[in-house]
């Protein structure tokens, strides 16, 4: 067993990771969830900066084809009317940052969180889908589907057939999957409303559509003291953990930036640790958007991106955190 792979890196990866990942991707089944969490106020590090994406508008979020070493970004579409519909572009990225292709998805949602599940020779994309207008002018999804990436081609996700519906009612829909489980997670609103919950499930389960008796449900503990609130742009899961990332663009009145990383013990849901994040603090107009975990020489990676740039030029910038406690 090699370095890379040792006792403690099979306990970050995970059984599930460990006995099910092959070079035709990750197999379906039960695993074991990892043993301990990420290090939070540990240092952070950057590995995509200040990187175009196919549209000029800002990153949303993204995700890990840990198989074929790519990166998949989602955001809203450039164009008039486009964040109105919840039209957004995936841009399929080197693990170098450069562009390798992208596609569209007519009618989702605004891309807070996305899924990859390389399959063979294919990639699956997860996204929301079906959008519902909100009055901000932003439209959020009601279910998710699923889709291969195909290279300059357009999916409607109101028409698209391998469409998911776990919980009837739900809305401001999207998915992440955990690479050290398989598990899949829905972060949802129930009745329209507020505070974010989320519904675990085997991701086996899930395609299969039993949704009957998920590994949990809960909803998101309170992140800050009552009267204050937190402006949500991303989240993963990784084990037994769920990590969420918070904050708002830079402006003069906040120098320092707003960004926060909150680890949450999905089996009871209380929030074990929240941590003030200056990544990327020379980021002119720097926000952060999405959340990730990668797989890098048999090691987890806790990433979370920012956008930043002016407007009609973002860019995308990806940093990590990898020790663990």
């Known amino acids: 067993m090699t370095d890379a792979m040792s006792r403690r890196g099979l306990l970050k990866l995970g059984a599930g990771f460990a006995a099910a990942s092959t070079v035709a991707g990750l197999v379906a089944r039960p695993a074991q969830a990892v043993e301990g969490r990420f290090n939070l106020a540990s240092p952070s590090y950057s590995f995509i900066w200040k990187n175009p994406l196919e549209d000029p508008s800002i990153m949303q979020s993204f995700a890990f084809d840990t198989v074929n070493n790519h990166i998949y970004t989602i955001q809203v579409m450039h164009g008039t009317g486009a964040r109105a519909r919840g039209d957004l572009t995936i841009t399929k990225l080197s693990a170098t940052g450069a562009n390798l292709g992208h596609m569209y998805v007519r009618d989702a949602g605004h891309g807070v969180s996305m899924a990859v599940e390389p399959v063979g020779n294919q990639v699956f994309i997860w996204t929301e889908a079906d959008a519902q207008p909100f009055p901000n002018e932003y439209s959020f999804g ?4 699923r889709f291969p990436f195909q290279n300059a081609t357009e999916v409607d996700s109101k ?3 391998d469409k998911y519906v776990p919980i009837p ?14 598990r899949i997670t829905m972060q949802y609103w129930l009745n329209g409303a507020e505070p974010r919950r989320y519904a675990v499930y085997s991701l086996a389960d899930f395609k299969a ?3 009957n008796n998920p590994v ?7 992140l800050v003291p009552a009267g204050q609130t937190v402006t949500h742009q991303g989240w993963a899961t990784y084990g037994e953990y769920l990590y969420t990332l918070d904050g708002t663009y830079a402006k003069p009145s ?3 930036g707003d960004t926060y990383i909150t680890c949450i013990d999905m089996r009871t849901a209380a929030v074990v640790h929240r941590s003030f994040s200056q990544a990327g603090i020379s980021l002119d107009g720097r926000e952060p958007e999405g959340m990730s975990v990668r797989i890098v020489n048999g ?3 806790l990433c979370f991106g920012f956008g930043s740039g002016p407007t009609g030029a973002r860019v995308a910038s990806m940093f990590y955190k990898s020790a663990w406690m």
Do not use: M
């Not at 009601?142 to 589907?145: H, K, N, P, S, Y």
């Open 169 to 182: 009612g739900a809305t401001v829909t999207t998915p992440s999957i955990d690479p050290s489980t398989n």
């Open 209 to 211: 559509r039993r949704f």
């Open 142 to 145: 009601r279910t998710i589907i």
């Open 159 to 161: 028409a698209w057939a």
């Open 254 to 256: 906040l120098p320092e």
């Open 299 to 301: 090691q987890p990676q």
């Open 216 to 222: 949990y449900q809960f909803a998101e503990p309170p």
